[in-house]
């Protein structure tokens, strides 16, 4: 009987951004130029390879942090995140054109760095035009026969826990060396809701002004998981709505009714997609860089000193 291969997922911007704000600017390559993100990623994907030996490691991309098709739905979805600067182009400063979204100027410049790194060491990396590297992560839970860590600071993950499948979320408190392991009695002990699905019903009710979400005003996390645990499912209170012997507040009824165009399209943007139409790659976590004399030219360029060497020989086993 084969064993079922174990998937590391990594949510690979909330992880740069965290490496980014966590290492300090000075340290740079050669040329001065700042690669704290790229040192602090690398690092990362050591710990996390040392820790929990995956059979299987994919780094998850954005292609579109902000996909149309989402913003249809909900016109305010990340759009306080959208650069407030003249479309056509950046601006003498730097900034990113209209319709991007605000990156700090010294982390934008490391971004290509670390893409060309990690296909260099033979990590995968996948992204789909149209959707998120959340979307890719969802997607390739689902595709998944044995159980999968997705790696992440974003709270909107936690929809994918499943202990029947052995879906965990690794959420990093500092650094990479102890991560809080979300699971479902993490979810009932922390949110009150049963698990992954009742997260995303919990979150769409709630909002997020994190994602321009607004939720259902007057319905904070306690409500909307109280509202859950009478009702079921965001199904079931928008049954309750209409029975008037469902025990619903008269405010709660009017609130809800009052929500009922964005309850019919949020949970599209809330949840992550599973049928993301991905490339073909090879997700087998490597042993040796697959670039190496590529690898070598960037470890020189860009100074990658021991962060490379720790994430080498962790792969190396």
Known sequence: MTTPRKCLLLDTASLYYRAYFGVPES??????TP???????????????????????????????????????VPSYKAHRVAETVAGG?????????????????????????ERVLDAVGIARVGADGYEADDVIGTLVRRA???????????????????????????PVKGMGDPTVVDEAVLREKYGVAGGAAYADLALLRGDPSDGLPGVPGVGEKTAARLLEAHGDLDGILAAVDDPSSGLTPAQRRRLDAAREYLAVAPKVVRVAGDVPLPDFDAALPAEPLHPRELEELSQTWGLGGSLRRLLDALAG
């Not at 340290?27 to 001065?32: C, H, L, R």
């Not at 990113?96 to 605000?102: C, K």
């Open 90 to 114: 950046p601006d003498a400063a730097g900034a990113p054109a209209a319709g991007q979204e605000e990156t700090p100027g010294t982390l934008a410049p490391q971004i290509p760095v670390i």
């Open 35 to 73: 690669v704290n993100a790229v040192r602090g990623l690398l690092d990362f994907i050591a710990r996390l390879v040392r820790d929990h030996r995956p059979d299987d490691l994919v780094a998850c991309m954005d292609n579109d942090w902000r996909p149309a098709w989402r913003v249809e739905l």
């Open 145 to 171: 026969s044995g159980p999968v860590d997705v790696v992440t600071g974003d709270r909107d993950l936690f929809q994918l826990v499943d202990d029947a499948r052995g879906v965990r979320v690794l959420y």
């Open 27 to 32: 340290v740079k390559a050669p040329d001065g």
